[in-house]
């Protein structure tokens, strides 16, 4: 039973590796288009969101690896 939980959860961070790659090639090949159409200084400020974008992406696959410690959950120390 540990061994088939053990397998889920590493399926779920290699699809959420897998999302980060896609995302970040996703991301490159709408700057090379933004560049044809933007102004330089607007396509620095697509870069900045794009990356900020690509964080929420990797803040969730820490918040995934930390979830078997319990340290993601709200939990009430005094009640």
């Known amino acids: 039973m540990f061994a ?3 397998g ?3 399926l779920a961070v290699i ?3 897998i999302t980060i790659a ?3 090639n996703a991301s490159n090949k709408g700057l090379d288009f933004l560049e044809e159409i933007l102004a330089p200084e607007d396509v620095v400020e697509c870069q900045k969101l794009l ?3 690509r964080l929420t992406y ?3 696959l820490f918040r995934l690896l930390l979830s078997w410690t319990f340290l993601t959950k709200k939990t009430k120390m005094i009640r």
């Open 58 to 60: 990797w803040g969730d």
């Open 4 to 6: 088939v939980a053990g």
């Open 15 to 17: 699809i959420k590796a």
């Open 22 to 24: 896609i995302e970040k």
């Open 51 to 53: 990356n900020a974008a």
């Open 8 to 10: 889920i959860f590493l």
